[in-house]
């Protein structure tokens, strides 16, 4: 690569001292000469702030008095960025000193893709994977292909598109975020990554993996947030129906909310059954409360059909949609790291 174009990295950090003494040293080795690094001190009270200060004093720290969530945090960020590209990264990775050129070089050399994720490998366990890509299915459920599984299979070493990355480590170009209107900060996390991923592929660009470079993320042994806490449950089940709400075509809504209906439901009936009173209110009260929010819910759909969308939704479910074997539910709501792709 001839030029070399800035590249702002948007840490988001929220109390993660513990995790920065090993994300930001890995950082500052990244073997790219053109880069701005920002940190988002999301509210933090641990003396993050101080200590990036003290030992990395060549990050530009953005502070957060409040916690504004992982959408409204990231979004903040964006706006002190100078960077071409954007290169989101949570404050658990640990990256590699030559991943940062190939993500970049994939997003030059190719103007169709809109969102590249390298490998990210288990920080919990070297040998398996966090996260390769994920895939949406009939039910509405999101199939995460690749989840703790080992990263030397050969079907996981090859470049592939899909519904969206994670957003523990992605590069885009900072014109398609803010012409996307960045993460909807309504979400406040969970499920805002995939909504954003959606939005790229309406705009008739592509998700993308690339393999051929990784990165570590602690996170990826937890990715059952469906069963984390009440909190975490209502989120994740209101932001599901939301971002289809948005983004799916009238034909496409008809085919997949009364499923993915169904299969809530059932979610609420089994943690019903095994007395998990909590986190079945919490899942009640994310889908009931969808119904409270459809006036604002139609105002942005209006905006993304009318605005963003350059395809239809038979034109990208080629590269977005893969259904797993009917296992795939059980384990997704027990152990997924035990479904075998």
């Known amino acids: 690569m001839k030029n070399y174009p800035l590249v702002s990295f948007i840490i988001l950090n929220w109390n993660g001292k513990k995790w920065l003494k090993n994300c930001l040293p890995s950082v500052m080795k990244v073997k790219y000469p053109a880069k701005e690094i920002i940190l988002v001190n999301n509210g933090s009270t641990d003396?993050?702030?101080?200590?990036?200060?003290?030992?990395?004093?060549?990050?530009?720290?953005?502070?957060?008095?409040?916690?504004?969530?992982?959408?409204?945090?990231?979004?903040?960020?964006?706006?002190?960025?100078k960077g071409k590209y954007l290169l989101f990264l949570n404050n658990?990775?640990?990256?590699?000193?030559?991943?940062?050129?190939?993500?970049?070089?994939?997003?030059?050399?190719?103007?169709?893709?809109?969102?590249?994720?390298?490998q990210i490998r288990s920080l919990i366990n070297k040998k398996l994977l966090d996260s390769v890509i994920s895939y949406l299915t009939t039910t509405g459920f999101m199939y995460h292909y690749g989840y703790m599984k080992p990263w030397s299979k050969n079907k996981y070493q090859k470049k592939m598109y899909g519904y969206s990355i994670k957003g523990a480590c992605f590069l885009m170009k900072k014109e398609d975020y803010v012409n996307l209107k960045g993460l909807d900060e309504d979400f406040v996390c969970y499920v805002e990554e995939?909504?954003?991923?959606?939005?790229?592929?309406l705009s008739g660009k592509k998700v993308m993996y690339d393999p051929s470079v990784y990165v570590y993320h602690w996170g990826g042994g937890d990715m059952q947030v469906m069963t984390k806490d009440e909190v975490t449950v209502f989120r994740s089940y209101r932001n599901r129906f939301v971002s289809f709400l948005k983004n799916l075509s009238a034909l496409e809504l008809i085919k997949t909310l009364p499923l993915l209906f169904i299969f809530c439901e059932g979610y609420v009936l089994m943690t019903l059954l095994h007395r998990k009173f909590k986190l079945a209110?919490?899942?009640?009260?994310?889908?009931?409360?969808?119904f409270v929010s459809l006036q604002s819910i139609y105002k942005k759909r209006k905006y993304i059909q009318s605005?963003?969308?350059?395809?239809?939704?038979?034109?990208?479910?080629?590269?977005?949609?893969?259904?797993?074997?009917?296992?795939?539910?059980?384990y997704f709501f027990?152990?997924?790291?035990?479904?075998?792709d």
């Open 281 to 290: 209110l919490g899942a009640q009260l994310g889908i009931l409360s969808v």
């Open 307 to 330: 605005n963003i969308r350059k395809v239809s939704d038979k034109e990208i479910n080629q590269f977005i949609h893969k259904n797993p074997k009917l296992s795939y539910y059980y």
């Open 47 to 81: 003396n993050s702030r101080e200590y990036v200060k003290k030992y990395f004093p060549k990050v530009k720290i953005v502070e957060i008095k409040k916690n504004r969530g992982y959408a409204g945090a990231n979004n903040y960020g964006v706006k002190f960025a």
């Open 92 to 118: 658990d990775t640990v990256v590699t000193s030559n991943f940062l050129n190939t993500l970049v070089n994939d997003l030059e050399s190719d103007k169709t893709i809109g969102a590249v994720q390298p």
């Open 194 to 201: 995939s909504d954003l991923c959606h939005r790229i592929w």
């Open 334 to 340: 027990n152990s997924p790291s035990k479904y075998k």
